[in-house]
Nanobody, 121 residues
Framework: QVQLVESGGGLVQPGGSLKLSCAASGSIFGIDYMGWYRQAPGKQRELVATINSESSTNYADSVKVRFSISKDNAKNTGYLQMTDLKPEDTAVYYC???????????????WGQGTQVTVSS
């Protein structure tokens, strides 16, 4: 069974930093693509950042410069480094990944369980 497990959320003051992790486990070859999304109360889920198999990245305009997405292929783990956090970054953050499964090599999409990020003084 393949799972995505997120960690690293919490409470941080404005201007602070957090690093989220999203680890894939199970019988897999690796992560082809990863995206981080967030959903604030009463709002739709929005795309924050993506990274593909060639490590090309994209960011929402609201987080450019402040956030950085990366992945460690050896650890089957993706990261979202968040700096200069603002109260409007408060949301539940979800990772979404396209994972190549063993032994077929077919790629399936998975979601993490979500992790709460709260930015408040």
């Amino acid at each position: 069974q393949v799972q995505l497990v997120e960690s690293g959320g919490g409470l941080v003051q404005p201007g602070g930093s957090l690093k989220l992790s999203c680890a894939a486990s199970g019988s897999i070859f690796g992560i082809d693509y990863m995206g981080w999304y967030r959903q604030a109360p009463g709002k739709q889920r929005e795309l924050v950042a993506t990274i593909n198999s060639e490590s090309s990245t994209n960011y929402a305009d609201s987080v450019k410069v402040r956030f950085s997405i990366s992945k460690d292929n050896a650890k089957n783990t993706g990261y979202l480094q968040m700096t200069d956090l603002k109260p409007e970054d408060t949301a539940v953050y979800y990772c979404n990944a396209a994972i190549k499964r063993r032994p077929s090599g077919l790629v399936y999409g998975y979601w993490g369980q979500g992790t709460q990020v709260t930015v408040s003084s």
